[in-house]
């Protein structure tokens, strides 16, 4: 498969350029944390990515969704990162629709994908225990309790988690914290009795939310899956979530490298266009390519999400980690060629700086990605 | 038939031939420099070596996308990249090292006369003739247009006098396309004309010229009172600045393919074969793993990116500088890898009769020869960023 869009995607990418640029530019972004809006997201902007087809665009088109794949998903993430677009899109419509497909049962499907795709619930998953992404340190507790289950412990870093009516949880049931086996994941209602969820405004004025879970019980179908074997789907749901999150990055890293570049050419000091200097010139121009390495990455990563997945674990670990290091470079290089202008909140360069950080830190950063190849490459 | 049964109809086709015609020993990975076929007048071929060439020569699949009439094999891109990748599978080596392939070859198809495509191309194909480059001179580095050897208009051919350096194989060459100034008064890209000539031709002489790393293909090339016939120019007088740009590009394209992974295992796998592993299975220094992780990414997207260089170039949507931004990380990753070797090798890559020792000093040129990545970062910042007074 060529490493380019067809003409549908290309389709896909303009009208999603458009309507994020009219609908849900950074000026939004900036008006939202600014009013400390509860949300932290707006609804009609939600109500219109349904309207779109936006919202269900990785669901089955038999459950009411677009039935399209990780490529079309990885297009509008773009167009997401380049406007840095809040939405709860990455939580709902690409984790949670993925764990559903993954491991939902028929009902379960039925049940929850419909709701999800016509954007009436927000769904996101919960995995994070610590500080960094230790997916398989996991321990928050599942205990069999007669026919159901009970959950006891902790989660971080849960993406609009304060705005789930789902949460989809990741919990141990088995095994030791350390161990692939023993995990399991449940299909969780926010509003189940004993669940504690504390919204956190990061440094992008995005949320994610702490979680605590005391004696919270289940029934036996709050289950997805199998019990005790839920580390391939975990994976697979992860990767989809780090392509994603790829997206978005290499999103951010045209947008500011477009910006920094008119800038270039449009400041003058010692009577000269400052883009005439060959110092700013050369890492322009450096990172220029390593933007282009990352675009390459990504694309081979979400072709290969949507038609071989075993193979997928390696492309993904490496357009996650290049396109992390591409858009630090661009954030980076941005600030600092745009001079003072780039450090005042005034000037919209930072807010591109602060969401990078968010999600290189996402599902694991350039060097948990590069830990992974090295493991998968056996040394 | 569809494009795609078509295509794996040839590739069944290939496999097999393949099979029953590349000799076991072209089958295994080239041990030194001196094992690779350049082919010429005076090439000392081994009988596998010559087997495969002539073989692969018949079918035109040395020069797989030229057209038939000029020895090549006629082939699309899109099979021309299924015999490439058969070829790797089966771990065929390519039958033929080639400048006349890499660079002459896709400016004569472009600038070349009918006459001049049908004597030079089919002997480059063939392997016949072996040619070398005269670009650079003493004073004309990076700044390349600032060449002086003089080609002096005597009717019916030049006199050409001057010296030329940094020629590869000059020693070894049959034939030279060369970079000469037809008009000094003109400004200095429009006096410059592109020339072939035979390197037997009297009043040519060459010297090498060791590098650090020791033995090196580089050479001095002298030229004293040269007679070059005026059917050997290549485009028109004071033309060759466009003739010699478009031969860079490819040129450009070339070195950055060897940022490509060309051995089997990854990096990572030989470096924990030369330090160890520890308890766990893994390269048993974790400073240098994290760094080789770190390039064997950078690697795989390059790898992606000369992909979608191809396929942007299919789809007609390349940018005619981007083989500037091949070269310049290409350059820079085969650099990386070359120092991690040697990381990784520890004391016993510092043996002098060694190779690693010497490949890796050989690698400091990549950023140097065929434009410096200063030269490509230039190249990129004015046509592809389009940054003013670059």
């Given at each position: 498969m060529p490493l380019l869009l067809n003409e549908e995607q290309e389709m896909l990418r303009d009208s999603a350029r458009d309507f994020l640029r009219e609908n849900a530019p950074v000026a939004q972004l900036r008006q939202l944390r600014d009013s400390h809006d509860p949300a932290g997201f707006s609804g009609p902007l939600w109500s219109r990515f349904a309207d779109m087809g936006y919202t269900g665009l990785l669901v089955p088109e038999a459950l009411g969704g677009a039935g399209l794949g990780m490529v079309e998903a990885g297009v509008l993430m773009e167009q997401i990162g380049r406007h840095l677009s809040a939405t709860p899109f990455l939580a709902s419509g690409v984790l949670a629709v993925s764990a559903l497909r993954q491991a939902g049962s028929p009902a379960q499907q039925q049940h929850w994908l419909p709701r999800l795709a016509r954007g009436e619930a927000i769904a996101t998953l919960a995995v994070d225990e610590q500080a960094k992404h230790r997916p398989e340190q996991i321990a928050l507790q599942a205990t069999r309790q007669g026919e159901g289950w009970c959950l006891n412990g902790a989660k971080c870093f849960v993406l609009d988690g304060h705005m789930a009516s789902l949460l989809i949880v990741v919990a141990r049931s088995g095994g030791a914290a350390g161990d692939q086996q023993g995990l399991s994941l449940f299909a969780l209602?926010?509003?189940?009795?004993g669940v504690t969820v504390t919204r956190t405004v990061m440094v992008d004025a995005h949320n994610a939310a702490r979680v605590t879970l005391s004696e919270v019980r289940l029934p036996a179908?709050?289950?997805?899956?199998a019990a005790d074997a839920a580390w391939p789907v975990l994976q697979a749901v992860l990767d989809a979530g780090r392509a994603a999150a790829a997206a978005e990055l290499l999103g951010i890293a045209e947008e500011v490298f477009e910006r920094t570049l008119g800038y270039l050419k449009e400041r003058k000091q010692f009577g000269r266009a400052i883009g005439e200097f060959q110092g700013l010139q050369h890492r322009a121009a450096m990172l220029y390519v390593d933007i282009e390495l990352a675009r390459a990455a990504l694309m081979n990563a979400l072709q290969t999400l949507d038609v071989e997945r075993e193979r997928a674990v390696e492309a993904v670990a490496i357009a996650k980690a290049k396109c992390g290091s591409a858009a630090t470079l661009a954030v980076q290089e941005g600030v600092q060629m745009h001079g003072g202008m780039g450090m005042t909140d005034q000037f919209e360069i930072g807010f591109f700086m602060k969401r990078a950080r968010v999600l290189q830190e996402l599902f694991g950063d350039s060097a948990f990605q590069q830990e992974r190849l090295s493991r998968l490459r056996g040394y | 038939m569809s494009e795609t049964t078509t295509l794996e109809a040839f590739r069944a086709e290939v496999r097999t031939w393949l099979e029953a015609n590349c000799p076991p020993e072209m089958r295994r990975p080239v041990a030194s420099e001196d094992d690779i076929c350049w082919g010429g007048r005076n090439a000392q071929l081994s009988e596998p070596q010559r087997v495969w060439l002539q073989r692969m020569g018949e079918r035109g699949w040395t020069v797989p996308t030229w057209p038939r009439e000029y020895g090549g094999g006629g082939l699309s891109a899109d099979e021309a990249r299924v015999l490439a990748r058969e070829m790797r599978r089966a771990n065929c080596r390519s039958p033929l090292a080639s400048f006349g392939i890499w660079m002459l070859g896709p400016a004569l198809l472009k600038f070349g006369s009918e006459a001049q495509k049908r004597e030079h191309l089919p002997k480059i194909a063939r392997g016949e003739i072996r040619w070398c480059q005269g670009y650079s001179e003493p004073n004309a580095g990076s700044d390349l247009a600032a060449l002086a050897t003089r080609a002096e208009d005597r009717g019916d051919h030049y006199l050409v006098n001057g010296q030329k350096i940094w020629t590869s194989y000059a020693d070894k060459a049959d034939w030279i396309f060369c970079l000469v100034r037809t008009d000094s008064a003109a400004k200095k890209h429009t006096g410059i004309s592109f020339v072939l000539f035979d390197m037997a031709t009297p009043g040519v002489s060459t010297r090498p010229i060791a590098l650090i790393s020791g033995k090196s293909p580089f050479c001095e090339t002298f030229f004293d009172n040269v007679r070059v016939d005026k059917r050997n120019l290549v485009g028109h007088a004071g033309g060759g600045w466009d003739v010699a740009k478009y031969l860079l590009t490819h040129e450009r394209e070339m070195i950055g393919a060897i940022g490509e992974r060309s051995a089997a295992k990854p990096l990572g796998q030989q470096a924990a074969e030369l330090v160890g592993r520890d308890a766990n299975g893994r390269l048993d220094d974790p400073m240098l793993r994290a760094r080789i992780a770190e390039f064997e990414v950078d690697e795989s997207a390059f790898r992606l990116l000369m992909e979608r260089f191809g396929d942007l170039a299919k789809a007609k949507q390349a940018h005619p500088a981007f083989s500037s931004a091949l070269k310049y990380y290409g350059a820079e990753l085969n650099k990386r890898r070359h120092e991690l070797l040697m990381s990784a090798g520890g004391s016993n890559a510092l043996e002098w009769e060694g190779a690693a020792a010497r490949d890796w000093l050989r690698s400091k040129a990549n950023s140097i020869e065929g434009g410096t990545s200063e030269v490509q970062l230039n190249v990129i910042s004015k046509r592809i960023l389009e940054l003013p007074g670059a």
């Open positions: 209602p926010r509003d189940s009795a179908d709050a289950l997805l899956g | -």
